[in-house]
């Protein structure tokens, strides 16, 4: 069980977690019980304040008398209306300060010791007792008067008579709704004088078991009288085990703390989440790799990459046919680095695809806050799918368009390659030459007598047909290097844009939902403490 320093901590937690998302209307009462009770620790905690409560005729005035030892009249105090409480505080510094807090007038504050120095004052040591007006009086402001005194008190005598004590003025109205209060309550029966030893014990039971039906069983029934004084020493006793155990002030203001916590948590609800797993956070990751076209980046790096390839490795002659075609990223909208990617052709961008990315969000902080209160699951999907959703899909946009595909580097074999194409392409052009020039008598085809013909074959034949054979074996060799960089590539492509979705997820999605289940959990475990 917690004590009340942990429920009002808790109480606290659970207000500050629930700023924006449940009304005003239900927290703004559950804020005036912190501040009370805070006021309250505050102003003193050696007090415990007593109020007798009744309707007229049930002789809590006589009663009050009785316990104070005191006959107001006799040491000269007037009340001037039955409008105002009147106050006796037991101890030698009195309890002015407290008692202004209430509300109670300096002239209707009496402090004992000050009056009469009793030695049985000592029993009472701490004692702040409290007559109010008739609850069920004629005139609105003592009614007025009894609903603002109640919200104070530490301890409730409800002082009842043998003809009354069935009413339903006083049950409905104070007793019932204070059932969350009952360690906080002592129900006197007074008057016993009026009725006979058996009367008496069936007047107890019935008024115990309407209690019982009120929520109320198990409060302290007292029967006494006033004027005879039968069972004064009994609630005497009560009173003084209340005070001596220091819990009858802190008593009430856990009552208090209790109820306002419970309210609560039938209004925004405390039932535990599911949260986010890891399969519906994996699963969303893969929508919006999906929704970003990474697979369709990927294929395009690497068919660009092949593309690249083959133009700078190829036969020249075929490399400059090569050219010709589109570059598969271009089509796409992306140069060598997603940084390029032209103006409205951002990954998610379309309409189709930012629509599956926003109910993939949206049915995956549903599944997350599964058992949510309509006000907090509200709250979470406004911030993570629902507003927030705008943000999120523009950070993926940027995470995809920030990624640098690593297209820019050229590789050094393309450069190799390229020399030795060139140098066959280059023996080609200068066979054809030389056999053109051959043919046409301007040279020999033999640079000098007795000149190697190998296959029968000249040497600007050997130079043409050398260079085409040697050109393509180059060329189809080049084109399968090019093929696995390119597969390589794609897949180093489709990781990069991966793991810049799955961070990107991580912070805008996953974080932002944390705090959200977290700010929640506060909610909960706050009011748990607190309602306890």
Same mark, same amino acid.
């Given at each position: 069980?917690?004590? /009340?320093?942990?429920?009002?901590?808790?109480?606290?937690?659970?207000?500050? &977690?629930?700023?924006?998302?449940?009304?005003?209307?239900?927290?703004?009462?559950?804020?005036?019980?912190?501040?009370?009770?805070? #006021?309250?620790?505050?102003?003193? !905690?050696?007090?415990?304040?007593?109020?007798?409560?009744?309707?007229?005729?049930?002789?809590?005035?006589?009663?009050?008398?009785?316990?104070?030892?005191? #006959?107001?009249?006799?040491?000269?105090?007037?009340?001037?209306?039955?409008?105002?409480?009147?106050?006796?505080?037991?101890?030698?510094?009195?309890?002015?300060?407290?008692?202004?807090? =209430?509300?109670?007038?300096?002239?209707?504050?009496?402090?004992?010791?000050? +009056?009469?120095?009793?030695?049985?004052?000592?029993?009472?040591?701490?004692?702040?007792?409290?007559?109010?007006?008739?609850?069920?009086? +004629?005139?609105?402001?003592?009614?007025?008067?009894?609903?603002?005194?109640?919200?104070?008190a530490d301890l409730f005598v409800w002082v009842?008579?043998?003809?009354? %004590?069935?009413?339903?003025?006083?049950?409905?109205?104070?007793?019932?709704?204070?059932?969350?209060?009952?360690?906080?309550? +002592?129900?006197? /029966?007074?008057?016993?004088?009026?009725?006979?030893?058996?009367?008496?014990?069936?007047?107890?039971?019935? /008024?115990?078991?309407?209690?019982?039906?009120?929520?109320?069983?198990?409060?302290?029934?007292?029967?006494?009288?006033?004027?005879?004084? !039968?069972?004064?020493?009994?609630?005497?006793?009560?009173?003084?085990?209340? +005070?001596?155990?220091?819990?009858?002030?802190?008593?009430?203001?856990?009552?208090?703390?209790?109820?306002?916590?419970?309210?609560?948590?039938?209004?925004?609800?405390?039932?535990?989440?599911?949260?986010?797993?890891? &399969?519906?956070?994996?699963?969303?990751?893969?929508?919006?790799?999906?929704?970003?076209?990474?697979?369709?980046?990927?294929?395009?790096?690497?068919?660009?990459?092949?593309?690249?390839?083959?133009?700078?490795?190829?036969?020249?002659?075929?490399?400059?046919?090569?050219?010709?075609?589109?570059?598969?990223?271009?089509?796409?909208?992306?140069?060598?680095?997603?940084?390029?990617?032209?103006?409205?052709?951002?990954?998610?961008?379309?309409?189709?695809?930012?629509?599956?990315?926003?109910?993939?969000?949206?049915? &995956?902080?549903?599944?997350?806050?599964?058992?949510?209160?309509?006000?907090?699951?509200?709250?979470?999907?406004?911030?993570?799918?629902?507003?927030?959703?705008?943000?999120?899909?523009?950070?993926?946009? #940027?995470?995809?368009?920030?990624?640098?595909?690593?297209?820019?580097?050229?590789?050094?074999?393309?450069?190799?390659?390229?020399?030795?194409?060139?140098?066959?392409?280059?023996?080609?052009?200068?066979?054809?030459?030389?056999?053109?020039?051959?043919?046409?008598?301007?040279?020999?085809?033999?640079?000098?007598?007795?000149?190697?013909?190998?296959?029968?074959?000249?040497?600007?034949?050997?130079?043409?047909?050398?260079?085409?054979?040697?050109? =393509?074996?180059?060329?189809?060799?080049?084109?399968?290097?090019?093929?696995?960089?390119?597969?390589?590539?794609?897949?180093?492509?489709?990781?990069?844009?991966?793991?810049?979705?799955?961070?990107?997820?991580?912070?805008?999605v996953v974080a932002r939902l944390r705090a959200?289940?977290?700010? %929640?959990?506060?909610?909960?475990?706050?009011?748990?403490?607190?309602?306890?």
């Amino acid at each position: 069980m917690s004590g /009340l320093d942990d429920r009002v901590t808790a109480l606290r937690s659970a207000l500050d &977690a629930a700023k924006d998302v449940i009304d005003p209307e239900h927290t703004d009462p559950a804020a005036a019980t912190f501040a009370h009770t805070v #006021e309250r620790l505050e102003l003193s !905690t050696q007090h415990t304040v007593v109020v007798l409560a009744g309707s007229t005729g049930s002789g809590k005035s006589s009663l009050f008398n009785r316990l104070t030892g005191l #006959e107001l009249a006799e040491v000269g105090y007037l009340r001037p209306t039955t409008s105002n409480a009147l106050a006796c505080a037991w101890g030698p510094s009195g309890a002015t300060e407290l008692l202004d807090w =209430i509300g109670v007038a300096r002239r209707d504050q009496i402090a004992r010791r000050s +009056i009469l120095d009793a030695p049985q004052d000592d029993e009472f040591e701490g004692l702040v007792l409290l007559d109010l007006p008739d609850h069920d009086s +004629i005139v609105q402001s003592n009614q007025e008067l009894v609903d603002h005194v109640a919200q104070y008190a530490d301890l409730f005598v409800w002082v009842l008579d043998p003809q009354k %004590y069935a009413d339903a003025a006083v049950h409905s109205r104070y007793l019932h709704p204070l059932a969350t209060h009952k360690d906080a309550s +002592i129900i006197v /029966l007074n008057q016993a004088d009026r009725l006979s030893e058996t009367d008496l014990k069936t007047a107890v039971n019935d /008024l115990e078991h309407i209690l019982d039906r009120e929520g109320l069983g198990g409060v302290t029934v007292i029967a006494t009288s006033a004027t005879e004084g !039968t069972g004064i020493a009994q609630l005497r006793e009560e009173i003084r085990r209340r +005070i001596r155990s220091k819990n009858a002030s802190q008593a009430r203001l856990v009552a208090d703390v209790r109820l306002v916590a419970r309210q609560l948590a039938r209004v925004g609800g405390v039932d535990p989440v599911p949260g986010l797993d890891r &399969a519906t956070r994996d699963g969303l990751v893969e929508t919006f790799v999906t929704c970003a076209g990474v697979p369709q980046i990927a294929d395009a790096v690497e068919d660009s990459m092949a593309r690249r390839a083959a133009v700078a490795t190829d036969w020249p002659v075929i490399g400059w046919v090569g050219r010709l075609r589109n570059d598969p990223l271009r089509e796409l909208g992306i140069g060598r680095s997603a940084r390029d990617a032209v103006a409205g052709a951002m990954p998610i961008s379309p309409s189709v695809q930012r629509a599956r990315a926003d109910l993939a969000l949206r049915e &995956a902080a549903e599944e997350a806050t599964d058992g949510m209160s309509r006000a907090w699951r509200a709250s979470v999907l406004d911030a993570v799918a629902g507003e927030g959703a705008r943000d999120v899909i523009d950070e993926l946009d #940027e995470a995809v368009a920030s990624v640098d595909l690593g297209l820019s580097k050229r590789p050094a074999w393309w450069t190799g390659v390229a020399m030795l194409q060139w140098l066959t392409f280059a023996a080609v052009v200068l066979g054809l030459g030389w056999s053109i020039a051959a043919v046409a008598g301007l040279v020999d085809p033999d640079p000098w007598a007795g000149a190697p013909r190998p296959l029968g074959m000249s040497l600007p034949i050997v130079l043409v047909v050398g260079g085409l054979l040697f050109g =393509i074996a180059l060329t189809v060799v080049s084109r399968w290097l090019g093929a696995a960089a390119a597969r390589r590539a794609g897949a180093r492509a489709e990781a990069k844009l991966t793991e810049a979705i799955n961070r990107t997820t991580e912070r805008a999605v996953v974080a932002r939902l944390r705090a959200e289940l977290e700010r %929640y959990e506060r909610w909960r475990t706050g009011l748990a403490t607190a309602g306890q």
